[in-house]
């Protein structure tokens, strides 16, 4: 997961930092940014809405950091 790794120290940001926004452990997010422990969907949409990037970056399946466009939580269909 080195796109992880790479967003956390691109914005001056410590592991423990990461783990509040995700509410887990330090230990835990280590093991998310080693790809030791898969990461909840939960907190790959936190971490794609607070670095303004995709999921799909996140994991690697693009290189393209651009999120995409996201569903209006407020509308009905």
């Known amino acids: 997961m080195k796109y ?11 592991q423990s930092k990461i783990a509040q926004l995700l ?28 670095y303004n990037t995709s999921i799909d970056y996140l994991t690697e399946f693009t290189d393209d950091k651009t999120p995409h466009r996201r569903i209006d939580q407020n509308k009905k269909n």
């Open 4 to 14: 992880l790794k790479d967003l956390r120290e691109d914005h001056d940001l410590t």
């Open 23 to 50: 509410n887990c452990s330090q230990a835990t997010y280590s093991r998310y940014e080693t790809g030791d422990l898969d990461i909840p969907i939960e907190a790959l949409k936190k971490l794609a809405l607070f």
